[in-house]
């Protein structure tokens, strides 16, 4: 499904809101974060980023994560944060070295 920005069509919203209840997975993927359906973030139980290029989709982000811009502004490819919605737990890795870090 493709969404917006603003407000989320009727049944992806539906379904978003009640997917963890129903035991629902659902996984988004999106270019541009800070265009991104707002729902879909909200909702989301875990967010994982790579490194972005534009300073707008890292701010968002950053928000959305609950951490500092500069953490997303230093990461190069392969590199990703993780952010758990559950404990607030904030993971970093890189997909080549297989190494995480626990950053909170």
Do not use: Y
């Not at 493709?2 to 996984?27: D, M, N, Q, S």
């Not at 952010?83 to 904030?90: E, G, K, Q, T, Y």
Request: net charge positive; hydrophobic share 45%; aromatic share 2%.
């Amino acid at each position: 499904m493709v969404t917006c920005t603003a407000k989320a069509p009727l049944a992806w919203g539906k379904l978003l809101r009640r997917e963890r209840k129903r035991g629902i997975k659902v996984v988004a993927v999106t270019q541009r974060p800070a265009e991104a359906d707002k729902t879909c973030l909200s909702q989301a139980a875990l967010i994982r980023t790579g490194a972005l290029g534009r300073e707008a989709d890292r701010a968002s982000m950053a928000k959305e994560m609950n951490v500092n811009a500069t953490l997303l502004t230093d990461l190069i490819p392969l590199d990703w944060i993780e952010f758990h919605r559950s404990d607030l737990s904030v993971l970093k890795g890189n997909l080549e070295k297989k190494e995480i870090e626990i950053i909170r």
